[in-house]
Every structure is written in structure tokens, then in C-alpha cells.
Antibody, heavy 129, light 107 residues
Framework: QVQLQESGPGLVKPSETLSLTCSVS????????WSWIRQPPGKGLEWIGM???????NHNPSFNSRIIMSRDTSKKQLSLRLTSVTAADTAVYYC???????????????????????WGQGIMVTVSP | DIQMTQSPSSLSASVGDRVTITCRSS??????LSWYRQKPGKAPELLIY???TLQSGVPSRFTGNGSGADFILTISGLQPEDFATYYC?????????FGQGTKVETK
């Protein structure tokens, strides 16, 4: 059973870099797509970016060039770095796995087009002096 | 970006009720639509993906329908654990986007 666990500092100062790790247990990370998603207190969900099974990444343009995502397959870890943080970056940060691709009834679906089936418990990060 | 709009934003219901939540996308997303339930203080849980495919382990009282730009999540026989916030999410294009959420409260 695959489980995800986010870790990192709960408090980051404005203008500094937020660094989070997502540790994956119970399975490989190489064959799946992974995403980071965040949720400001009392608000909705915002997709941050994705790490593909190739290791390449794609992120939400709303973050401009502040996002760096990577993976370490040997450690089974995903990482997120968000630079130049402000109070607006205060949120619960989740890592999540995309539903694996499958074929059914003659149709095949890429993981790219499916939802997020496994989530970490989330980590609250506050940006404050 | 594709905008996802859910309605209603909140609703009041009782245990056993049939509940319907609508999600509309700002453009055609085929059936690349997922639904999630989020209980307070917890991570979202996937209920439905590909618009109508029930995620493994999710009770059959949850059904999803729709294609193109209009989608519906139906809960047939609301249970106490279903009082939560529900989100739709599109996987048609980047950036992935979520609806604003629908909070299901006790009547």
C-alpha cells in the first residue's frame, strides 16, 4: 500500500525559500506521475506542478519561475522548492500521485488525464517574519 | 487556464438524502474530470475519475456523469461521513484546476 508523507519546516520567513520533501513508501516512484498541490487556510485547492515518470516537470505558470521540483528515485522522495515566499504562500502543502494509466473497453487512458488517487496528509507551512 | 465552476457553493441536507453537485468547465475537457471529498483537517479523497469511474474502495452511492463541459456528482443516500466539502478537478490541460468547492452541511 503506497503512502506519502510530506516533511519540512512549518515556518518560513518572507523572501526565503520553502523546501519540502515527500517520502513515498510501499511502492516505486519511477513509473508514476506525481504532483504538489496546496490549500491556503479556509480556501480551495491549487495545483502547483507535476513530476512525470520521466523525471521531467511541469508547473503552474502562476508561480512564474519560483518553483523547482525534483525526485530522487533511490530515496523514493519528491521535493519542492518555492523561492521568494510571501504570506500568500501560507498553506497546507500536499503531494499526490496520479491515477495510473489503464485500458478499459477498448479505450486507454493516460495517467496524465486522470485524477489524484493517493495523497499525503499534508504539511502546514506558514510564511511569517 | 480552464475555469471550473461548481454549484451550489453550499447546501444543507439530511442523512439519507440524495444530493447533486454540478461542475462546469470553461471549455470542453472531454471526460477528464475527477471528484474529491475533503473532510475537515484531512487530505482530499478521490471519489470519481474519468467523469464516471468509481475509484476503488469508494461506496457505490457516489456516481459521476457528464462529458464535455458539464458534469454532475450524485450522492444517493447521504451518510454521516459525507458531510464534507467536494471538489471537481480537470486534467485536460495544464495548469490542472479545481472548482471552488461545495460544502455539504447538516440541515
Amino acid at each position: 500500500q503506497v503512502q506519502l508523507q510530506e516533511s519540512g519546516p512549518g515556518l518560513v520567513k518572507p523572501s526565503e525559500t520553502l523546501s519540502l520533501t515527500c517520502s513515498v513508501s510501499g511502492g516505486s516512484i519511477s513509473n508514476y506521475y506525481w504532483s504538489w498541490i496546496r490549500q491556503p487556510p479556509g480556501k480551495g485547492l491549487e495545483w502547483i506542478g507535476m513530476i512525470f515518470n520521466s523525471g521531467s516537470t511541469n508547473h503552474n505558470p502562476s508561480f512564474n519561475s519560483r518553483i523547482i521540483m525534483s525526485r530522487d528515485t533511490s530515496k523514493k522522495q519528491l521535493s519542492l522548492r518555492l523561492t521568494s515566499v510571501t504570506a500568500a504562500d501560507t498553506a497546507v502543502y500536499y503531494c499526490a500521485r496520479k491515477v495510473p494509466g489503464y485500458c478499459s473497453g477498448g479505450n486507454c487512458y493516460s495517467s496524465l488525464y486522470l485524477g489524484f488517487d493517493i495523497w499525503g496528509q499534508g504539511i502546514m507551512v506558514t510564511v511569517s517574519p | 487556464d480552464i475555469q471550473m465552476t461548481q454549484s451550489p457553493s453550499s447546501l444543507s441536507a439530511s442523512v439519507g438524502d440524495r444530493v447533486t453537485i454540478t461542475c462546469r468547465s470553461s471549455q470542453n475537457i472531454n471526460n477528464y474530470l475527477s471528484w474529491y471529498r475533503q473532510k475537515p483537517g484531512k487530505a482530499p479523497e478521490l471519489l470519481i475519475y474519468a467523469a464516471s469511474t468509481l475509484q476503488s474502495g469508494v461506496p457505490s452511492r457516489f456516481t459521476g456523469n457528464g462529458s464535455g463541459a458539464d458534469f454532475i456528482l450524485t450522492i444517493s443516500g447521504l451518510q454521516p461521513e459525507d458531510f464534507a466539502t467536494y471538489y471537481c478537478q480537470q486534467s485536460y490541460s495544464s495548469p490542472r484546476t479545481f472548482g471552488q468547492g461545495t460544502k455539504v452541511e447538516t440541515k
